[in-house]
């Protein structure tokens, strides 16, 4: 089940395009928990019907697949415009039962940063790779693909990127609220 946000996400000047999400129920059974990131394809019109009464076309089974998407999580897997890279776990810390967030930032200079309660949890630098950056200076919608262990999270809208004070933590915790 993906998830798209309806409008761009913030862009907050000189930091880059930010959400966060609250997770408040999760599998952690579940082998790909989720995966967080960014598409440029905006989604209402890349599915919306060809013409009025018509029949939308299909979503893909995994939001990867759509041209311009950006997302990170799964089984220790980013897609970048639909090229697979291995990554460092994200959730292997995380506890069933404990709410947590997590955010997305698109940098500035199209780098995309993973945050889960509000401490840097994955850096992804695709120029480093070879890869082109986020198109950072375009309208971006946020994804949140649930593939089968998120049941509940809720857009915190009000959320700010965290603060280098917030970010300066070691890895994650999930908190116990």
């Not at 997590?102 to 120029?127: M, N, Q, S």
């Amino acid at each position: 089940k993906a998830v798209f946000s309806a409008e761009p996400v913030k862009k907050l000047a000189g930091r880059g395009q930010w959400f966060e999400v609250r997770v408040e129920d999760f599998s952690g059974a579940a082998m790909a928990m989720m995966a967080i990131g960014f598409t440029a394809t905006n989604p209402a019109t890349a599915f919306a019907p060809a013409e009025e009464g018509g029949e939308a076309p299909p979503l893909p089974g995994r939001p990867d697949k759509i041209p311009m998407t950006y997302i990170a999580g799964y089984s220790r897997s980013a897609y970048w415009d639909g090229e697979r890279v291995e990554i460092e776990p994200l959730f292997d810390k995380m506890k069933p039962f404990k709410l947590f967030s997590i955010g997305a930032l698109c940098t500035p200079h199209g780098a995309l940063e993973i945050y889960i309660d509000r401490k840097l949890a994955l850096e992804f630098d695709p120029v480093s790779r070879g890869m082109q950056p986020l198109p950072a200076d375009e309208p971006l919608w946020a994804v949140l693909d649930c593939c089968g262990g998120i049941k509940k999270a809720t857009l915190l809208t009000d959320s700010l990127a965290p603060s280098s004070d917030e970010t300066s933590a070691e890895s994650p915790e999930p908190h116990d609220d």
